[in-house]
């Protein structure tokens, strides 16, 4: 079965700075990664996904992600902050079929201005 | 208009009842699903469909139940609610299309609180 850790249950960064939210992943297959982020009382809405196609997924909101195979790792990356990235950033995993997704417990991310 | 919608939004019931909970969508997705949100957990799923005659167990699917009356359609069932069923629950739906793996599209939640 193929699973997912996020490292840090809350990450806060200064306006403008860097953020960086960390993901490793587990699977047994070629690995569909995915990340959410979840705003106050919404739904879950998708940053990016990798399919295989390229190492370095753009998303959306100026957000980054880089599949790296030799470290299992699905890290996301910004490189300014904004007070509206302030939410819930969960990562996930699943095979070919999208039966089976799996989602990190997600990191709560707080911009400080 | 929102595209995945769930009702209600918020319920709070008593141990034992029998609870539904709603999904519908106007994306003109074959896939649905249902997952449960529990702080430093996750989203685990419940059940998923992805067609209408096509019901699967998901990962945490005791004490559950579903119903896909239609394509755009998705019920959640709680037959004898327990407390450790409180939580957060969403509906989400997909449709891979061309894509290799398809992208879920969430509601807005139903937040469930059995006393």
């Known amino acids: 079965a193929q699973s997912v850790t996020q490292l840090g249950s809350h990450v806060s960064v200064s306006e403008g700075a860097l953020v960086l939210l960390r993901c490793n992943y587990s699977s047994s297959v070629p690995p569909y990664l995915f990340w959410y982020v979840q705003y106050p009382n919404q739904g879950l809405q998708l940053l990016l996904k990798y399919t295989s196609a390229a190492t370095l997924v753009k998303g959306i909101n100026g957000f980054e992600a880089e599949f790296k195979k030799s470290e299992t790792s699905f890290h996301l990356t910004k490189p300014s902050a904004h007070m509206s990235d302030a939410a819930e950033y969960f990562c996930a995993v699943s095979g070919y079929n999208n039966n089976d997704m799996r989602f990190g417990a997600g990191t709560r991310l707080t911009v400080k201005p | 208009d929102a595209d995945v919608t769930q009702t209600p939004r918020n319920r709070i019931t008593k141990t034992g009842k029998r609870i539904m909970l709603e999904c519908s969508q106007t994306k003109g997705h074959d896939r649905m699903y249902w997952y449960r949100q529990d702080p430093g957990l996750g989203l685990r799923l419940i059940y998923y469909s992805f067609d209408v005659k096509d019901i699967n167990k998901g990962e945490i699917s005791d004490g559950y139940s579903v119903s896909r009356q239609a394509q755009a359609k998705f019920s959640l069932s709680l037959e004898s609610a327990i407390p450790n069923q409180t939580a957060l629950y969403f509906c989400?739906?997909?449709?891979?299309?061309?894509?290799?793996?398809?992208?879920?599209?969430f509601g807005p939640g139903t937040r469930l609180t059995v006393l």
């Open positions: 989400a739906t997909s449709d891979p299309g061309t894509e290799i793996t398809d992208t879920q599209y």
